[in-house]
C-alpha cells in the first residue's frame, strides 16, 4: 500500500487485511483491531491524493467511484464496529459524526 496506495488492488489487499484480524477479534482484542485498522485506514488513498496524483481520466473517477468509495465505506463500517465492540463510545460517536453518512429526515 505504501509503494502503489492508488491501485486496483484497493479492495482485495483490504479484504485480505481484515481477515488477518479475524483472530484479535475472536479474541476480543478490539482494542487492537481499532489501531490496526486506523494504520490501515492512514495508509489509503483519499480522492484529494488521487487528484494530486494526476491519474488520468477516465482511470481516475473509475478508481473513487469503483475502488475507492467501496473501500473506504468498508474501513469505515469496521473500525466503527471495533469501536462499538471496544466499549469506546466517545470515539464511536465522534468517528460517526465526522465520517458516517448524515441520516436525513424525509419531509412527509
Known amino acids: 500500500m505504501k509503494e502503489r496506495p492508488i491501485s486496483r488492488m484497493l479492495p482485495y489487499v483490504l479484504a485480505d487485511y481484515l481477515e488477518t484480524l479475524k483472530p484479535l477479534m475472536a479474541a476480543n482484542n478490539w482494542a487492537r483491531v481499532a489501531a490496526m485498522e486506523e494504520a490501515f485506514r492512514a495508509l489509503m488513498p483519499t480522492e484529494k491524493s488521487v487528484a494530486a496524483a494526476q491519474v488520468p481520466e477516465p482511470g481516475a473517477g ?39 453518512p448524515r441520516i436525513r429526515p424525509t419531509n412527509r
Request: glycine share 0%; charged share 20%; aromatic share 10%.
Open 62 to 100: 473509475e478508481f473513487i467511484k469503483n475502488q475507492l468509495r467501496p473501500a473506504h465505506k468498508l474501513i469505515e463500517q469496521s473500525l466503527l464496529a471495533a469501536y462499538f465492540q471496544s466499549n469506546n463510545m466517545a470515539k464511536a460517536a465522534e468517528f460517526a459524526n465526522r465520517h458516517m
